[in-house]
């Protein structure tokens, strides 16, 4: 019984030493090449280095030590020191390790300061580190206006009215030390189209931005458009200049037609006040005619009691009425020897 459990347990012992043994041979291969290569190359990179960034899950799957191995051995082979708890501690902030190293290298190069702190700060702040030292090295070239915006042109007016469309293109290099909070290229487009603008405002006559188109990149430069930006401005060449219409002519109509519409609408109110005043006066004029007519018909009245009391005798008022016959007929011959109005053909109207 005895020899029969002691053969369970060495059985148990060389299957738990051979997993043991079939676990250190898998991990000696899969790090060996890779623990020979940062032997040969001095990075610092040890076995039990690659064993622990496997476990903690530093780099990308399935060999999570391997991307963090080869920053080291890059930065090494370049003559950078950086540790390597600092490229780990980077990674698992959410960094892009090889973005940094090869930014790094390629700004050693280039020889262009950046440390490691402000690379890896740009690169948790979501920028490109390594678009943006290539563009500090290779300046570049952006249009202004972007036509991914839909505007092609920037359009300005002169003072004489006429209207220029303008198109820039503007040459740019990343500036490091404000590239972390600084503003981007919308921000430079957007400062050039405003400057040409401005500048074509600024203008006594089209024509003036036509003979000297450098006229408005100088002035869009002398206004330091880059302050506050991730961007050096080195230069800004207008490459079109084209004119438009006159807008000067056409806000002149337009105000003449506003003009002509208003003059329109007070001579309609005046005429609107004549009518109603006509109307107004006629019925005034019917209003007296009727108290005319009314003191007209008193008038009867009172001579008949003037003759019933004795004020006026029956020959005084036979003597009235003559004067008042006399009167209307002096009236109708009056009447009837003024010359007839003349027609349109020279003659008297109502003759033949």
């Not at 676990?23 to 899969?30: E, G, P, R, T």
């Not at 090889?98 to 690169?123: S, W």
């Not at 109110?269 to 019917?286: G, I, N, S, Y």
Request: overall charge neutral.
């Amino acid at each position: 019984m005895d020899s029969s459990l002691t053969t369970v347990f060495i059985v148990l012992a060389v299957i738990v030493a051979g997993f043991f043994g079939v676990a250190a041979m898998y991990f000696f291969f899969s790090f060996f090449s890779l623990w020979l290569q940062a032997l040969l190359t001095r990075a610092g990179v040890g076995f039990a280095d690659m064993v622990g960034m496997y476990f903690r899950r530093v780099g990308d799957r399935p060999h999570h030590y391997r991307m963090i191995t080869l920053a080291k051995i890059m930065l090494t082979q370049a003559g950078l020191k950086i540790p390597t708890k600092d490229l780990e501690s980077h990674y698992l902030a959410g960094g892009n390790v090889p973005n940094v190293v090869r930014a790094l290298i390629a700004a050693d190069r280039a020889g262009i300061p950046l440390a490691f702190k402000q690379a890896t700060a740009i690169d948790l702040a979501g920028r490109n580190i390594l678009e943006a030292v290539q563009t500090s090295v290779l300046p570049k070239v952006i249009d202004c206006p972007d036509g991914g915006t839909g505007r092609m042109t920037a359009d300005g007016v002169a003072k004489d009215g006429i209207q220029l469309k303008a198109r820039a293109r503007v040459t740019v290099r990343t500036n490091l030390e404000r590239l972390v909070g600084g503003a981007k290229e919308e921000t430079v487009i957007a400062r050039v189209g405003e400057g040409i603008v401005n500048t074509i405002g600024m203008a006594s006559s089209y024509k003036e931005v036509l003979e000297s188109p450098d006229r408005i990149s100088k002035r869009v430069l002398d206004r330091g458009l880059d302050s506050g930006t991730a961007f050096e401005i080195l230069s800004i060449d207008i490459a079109d200049v084209d004119v438009g219409e006159n807008v000067g002519a056409k806000l002149q109509v337009d105000q003449a037609e506003a003009d002509l519409r208003r003059a329109r609408a007070e001579a309609e109110q005046d005429r609107a006040r004549a009518v109603a005043r006509e109307q107004e006066m006629k019925a005034l004029t019917e209003e007296y005619r009727a108290l005319l007519v009314e003191a007209e018909a008193e008038v009867p009245k009172a001579i008949a009691e003037a003759i019933e009391k004795g004020r006026l005798s029956i020959w005084e008022y036979y003597r009235l009425r003559n004067i008042q016959a006399d009167t209307e007929m002096r009236s109708s011959f009056a009447t009837s020897a003024a010359p007839a109005p003349m027609g349109s053909d020279g003659k008297a109207a109502g003759r033949s």
